[in-house]
């Protein structure tokens, strides 16, 4: 009569052959969240606050695909392809997850903002970068001309939101060295009522002319992070000032927007 093999190897044979099975589909599947997750960061704009959840959900399913892929595809299941893809796993998840930004090694989208460059000196005394001035609705020329009696003239409602910018936290913060944190304004009313819907236009001033225009939620907050990150500390100057509503949210360059009032500054440290 033959030997009967023991339970447990029945139970670690049949969970192997299960796992073999089962990894050419699970490899399509985290294959094609990578996929997704590589297409996110290079072509669609995101908020920096979202930055580290895109990368921490890219380190897992990289992690996975190197475990069914590897242990079950290429080493079809056995012990020590298991042992070997789970290792690989591990290691790419540590990688993509605490050494290798994605934001920062590809051509994002989302982050076209390098590393602060330690040869550039700051200039937070320069006015135009923290006095701009309001474009005015009518031309002196236009004001200085006579109407015409046939012209009836409409009054225009205004298009933008009057309200005062107050921080709220984030000034005199210190930031770990190439990591981000967050700052945060409210936009009231003369009543000292919040402004839903006010457009804020964000810049770190030693990143150059790169600005994030966010909007105030049912509290009037708005909230973004530094615009740029240090490997060599310093310090630093993060601002947000009222533009007008009309402005489309997300990443553009100073020029193109049209400021309300004077900026909010924020000083901080990376060290």
């Known amino acids: ?49 979202k930055f580290p959840i895109i990368r ?10 190197a475990i069914f ?11 020590n392809g298991l ?7 591990f290691v790419l998840f540590v990688l993509i997850a605490f050494v290798f930004d994605p934001f920062k090694v590809l051509p994002s989208a989302s982050s076209p903002l390098s590393s602060t460059n330690p040869l550039v000196t700051s200039s937070p005394e320069r006015s135009d970068l923290v006095k701009p001035s309001v474009t005015p609705a009518v031309s002196p ?47 009231v009313d003369n009543q000292r009522q919040p402004i839903v819907g006010a457009k804020v236009a964000w810049r770190t001033l030693e990143c150059g002319t790169q600005v994030y225009v966010g909007e105030t939620d049912t509290f009037g907050i708005s909230s973004a992070t530094n615009m740029c990150t240090s490997t060599t ?27 309300i009032g004077n900026a909010v500054r924020f000083n901080y440290k990376q060290q």
């Open 141 to 187: 020329e236009i004001a200085k001309s006579t109407p015409q009696p046939s012209v009836v003239s409409t009054p225009t409602p205004p298009i933008n939101i009057i309200g005062t910018v107050e921080a709220v936290s984030g000034d005199q913060q210190i930031i770990p060295l190439s990591d981000w944190r967050t700052f945060a304004v409210r936009v």
């Open 83 to 89: 042992f070997i893809s789970a290792t690989g796993g």
């Open 69 to 79: 892929f590897v242990g079950g595809v290429l080493l079809r299941g056995t012990v």
């Open 1 to 49: 009569m033959d030997p009967t093999p023991p339970n447990g190897s029945q139970q670690n044979s049949t969970e192997l052959v299960t796992y073999h099975t089962s990894a050419p589909t699970a490899s399509w599947v985290f294959g094609g969240l990578i996929l997704e997750f590589l297409m996110i960061v290079v072509f669609v704009p995101i908020e920096p606050s």
């Open 233 to 259: 500390g310093g310090s630093f100057t993060q601002t947000a000032m009222l533009v007008d509503r009309n402005t489309k949210p997300g990443f553009t360059q100073l020029d193109k927007v049209t400021p």
């Open 56 to 65: 921490y959900l890219m380190a897992l399913a990289a992690a996975f695909f």
